[in-house]
Nanobody
Framework: QVQLEESGGGLVQTGGSLTLTCTYS????????MGWFRQAPGKAREFVAT????????EYGDSVLGRFTISRDNTENTLTLQMNNLNALDTAVYYC??????????????????WGQGTQVTVSS
């Protein structure tokens, strides 16, 4: 079983930056691809970013490309999402996700079999 715990959410002004961190642990399964999804009130869940098992490959959703950066440290068991130039449309609950089946993640949530509880990010104008 994989445990995921997000931190770093909060309130930030438009144009500001925020860094989300996900700390993960597993007693049995190896954590492979990881990523972030988000969900705003009344909207469908949205893919944000994914990173492969060794951190050598990344993909981003169109709405965050060029503003967000995903990275991981497998020695510290942490996943990070650096978010810059935030705007109101980035307001959402952000979820850390992990896969024990796929080396590379993807845009669809079917790639990921473990989800964190989520952390709220609110961008004020």
């Amino acid at each position: 079983q994989v445990q995921l715990e997000e931190s770093g959410g909060g309130l930030v002004q438009t144009g500001g930056s925020l860094t989300l961190t996900c700390t993960y642990s597993s007693r049995t399964d190896k954590v492979l691809a990881m990523g972030w999804f988000r969900q705003a009130p009344g909207k469908a869940r949205e893919f944000v970013a994914t990173i492969n098992a060794i951190g050598a490959g990344t993909e981003y959703g169109d709405s965050v490309l060029g503003r967000f950066t995903i990275s991981r440290d497998n020695t510290e068991n942490t996943l990070t999402l650096q978010m810059n130039n935030l705007n109101a449309l980035d307001t959402a609950v952000y979820y850390c996700v992990a896969s024990t089946r796929f080396y590379h993640g993807g845009y669809h949530d079917i790639y990921f079999d473990h989800w964190g509880q989520g952390t709220q990010v609110t961008v004020s104008s």
